[in-house]
């Protein structure tokens, strides 16, 4: 996954938890040295000699750590995820052990890009769309109620991906309340989706978000 901009400047990378160490210590490297740890159930911010610093969100948390060692530790142990990837046209849902996909169930739906027509047409189109939109949330729904929620007791997280207004519409749905209720916070961004995007996000559940700013 490459860098994106992260919100108040820098940058932020997702980094495999078997990577987590030596990547702290090539950040020391590159910036004379650490100078300070702060830690909390959340978050683990370290401080470079040059002002530079790297903040890693703590996973599965909230979870107290007190030092870049725990927060390795507390990321490299193994763990049963759940994954819900949705978008308009398409969802992908399974069980992911350690990073590898176990039980899943991947759909895609037709639904129509906007038209530039205007008038009557158009009106016809969106409401054509809409319906399109809304017989795949339907069936994404249906198989998070069948595949997912009867494993929630299984799972040691949940991991959404995919299109935020698409999840919140599924948020709505009563069915699927408990496994909303233990959501991670962080929505993967990913493709359309598929049982190849569904594997590369079972790898990328497990990882640790540091953001990287500049002294």
């Avoid at 470079?48 to 890693?56: Q, S």
């Avoid at 047409?121 to 069948?146: C, I, P, T, Y």
């Amino acid at each position: 996954m490459k860098p994106r901009e992260a919100a108040g400047g820098g940058r932020t990378v997702e980094v495999p938890p078997e990577r987590l160490a030596g990547f702290f210590a090539r950040f020391a490297e590159r910036h004379d040295g650490i100078t300070g740890t702060e830690a909390t159930p959340h978050e683990v911010r370290v401080s470079a000699a040059d002002g530079a610093t790297a903040t890693a969100t703590v996973p599965f948390g909230p979870f107290l750590v007190l030092s870049v060692e725990d927060l390795v530790e507390h990321a490299l142990r193994p763990r049963t995820i759940a994954l819900l990837l949705v978008r308009r046209g398409g969802h992908s849902v399974g069980i992911a052990r350690d990073g590898r996909i176990e039980v899943s169930r991947t759909d895609r739906h037709l639904v129509q890009g906007r038209s530039a027509a205007g008038g009557w047409s158009q009106q016809r189109f969106a409401r054509r769309r809409a319906g399109q939109a809304r017989h795949a949330l339907q069936d994404a729904a249906k198989d998070v109620f069948e595949v997912l929620v009867p494993r929630l007791s299984e799972v040691d997280a949940v991991v959404l991906g995919g299109d935020r207004r698409a999840l919140g519409e599924l948020r709505e749905d009563r069915r699927l309340a408990p496994l909303f209720a233990r959501a991670e916070p962080r929505v993967l961004d990913v493709g359309e989706p598929s049982r190849a995007v569904l594997e590369e996000a079972a790898v990328r559940a497990l990882s640790v978000q540091v953001t990287l700013r500049d002294g």
